[in-house]
């Protein structure tokens, strides 16, 4: 595996791999890689013979009272495990490498409705900045395929959108959410929980399943069973942003007669903030 920092050595390597018609998978990511994040890997590197694995700590999807300053940086590991996951490349750019000009003069990307609902609403300028960023590693990689995690879902029904709507030559992959033995999602920001924190933490997914019961079983007051998760979640001790049931191709509230459905929550436990979802099927 070769790391890489500029653009034009980038290129370089694409360029070769598809005068050879390699097809390359890209598999953008932040670091402090964990197990999710090398299932991701595992899946490009079965349905691509070139796998570029990205590590870039995007300022441009954080808000100013956000952990991008604390973000965890864990460059030497993440190298050594994406060795061992057989990447081809480690695409590693510097701030000034993707934004030329700066982050505050840089011409954005918004895919709108979706970027202001859930997590929309609570970190407005969030999808912006994913979205910018995104667009412009598919840019500089220009892959075949993309991998993302099903654990942001609404960040991976706007990737797909962003991708249709631009007419971007880039099928987008999902790969299911990883979890840890007690259901907890795999995520880096696991690693600000405190050890109590990490207790009662697996509860969020726990809550999303006995939603899933519910409605698979036949409860159609969907405004009721978010209101009796968010209680539960707050009695517990995970603080909810919102819990919310909706479709799974759009995340529209659902309609009569939709049977595929998603729930969708972000909770806090002091000063760390968790996400998830578990998606339903009627039948």
Known sequence: METITTIAELRAHTKAWRMRDEAIALVPTMGNLHDGHLKLVQHAKAIAPRVVVSIFVNPMQFAPNEDYESYPLTMGLDTEALMEADADVLFAPGISEVYPGGVKHTASVVVPGLNSMLEGEHRPSHFNGVTTVVAKLFNMVQPDIAVFGEKDYQQLLIVERM?????L????????????????????????LQVAERAIAPQLYQALLDVKALVEAGETDFQGVEHVAAQQL?????????VSIRRQSDL???????TRLVVLAAVRIEATRLIDNVKISIT
């Open 163 to 167: 991708a249709r709507d631009l007419n």
């Open 169 to 192: 030559p880039v099928r987008i992959e999902a790969v299911e959410t990883v979890r840890e033995e007690d259901g907890l999602a795999m995520s880096s920001r696991n690693n600000y």
């Open 234 to 242: 707050t009695e517990i001790g995970l603080a909810p942003d919102y």
């Open 252 to 258: 529209a509230p659902p309609t009569a007669g939709d």
